[in-house]
Nanobody, 124 residues
Framework: VQLVESGGGLVQPGGSLRLSCTASGRPFSDYAMGWFRQAPGKEREFVAAITWSGGGTLYADSVKGRFTVSRDNAKNTVSLQMNSLKLEDAAVYYC??????????????????WGQGTQVTVSS
């Protein structure tokens, strides 16, 4: 599976961005999907995940209520809507496909495929 992210950029604190990830290579609905992020000097961390059907979602406590993950299996895309962005949200964001269809990826070890990453910069 190939994953390509888009939508990163520079935003002021309190602003919004929408990240998208397009998958190709295998049936998209075979995979639970997730978003991770990695800031300089820090480990890659879980942000959000969504089941293969889109019927269930999971969020890190740090983004709950501000970020929304969604998917469109007909278009092979998963998105992350990020609102009320904070300085600490700045990182490279990675799209991820989970190893198990019935288990959303919440750790790097549970990821089968990664996107190349997209930079999100939050600065005034």
């Amino acid at each position: 599976v190939q994953l390509v992210e888009s939508g990163g950029g520079l935003v002021q604190p309190g602003g919004s961005l929408r990240l998208s990830c397009t998958a190709s290579g295998r049936p998209f609905s075979d995979y639970a999907m997730g978003w991770f992020r990695q800031a300089p000097g820090k480990e890659r961390e879980f942000v959000a995940a969504i089941t293969w059907s889109g019927g269930g979602t999971l969020y890190a406590d740090s983004v709950k209520g501000r970020f929304t993950v969604s998917r469109d299996n007909a278009k092979n895309t998963v998105s992350l809507q990020m609102n009320s962005l904070k300085l600490e949200d700045a990182a490279v964001y990675y799209c991820a496909a989970g190893r198990e269809r019935l288990q959303v990826p919440t750790t790097p070890r549970s990821v089968a495929y990664w996107g190349q990453g997209t930079q999100v910069t939050v600065s005034s």
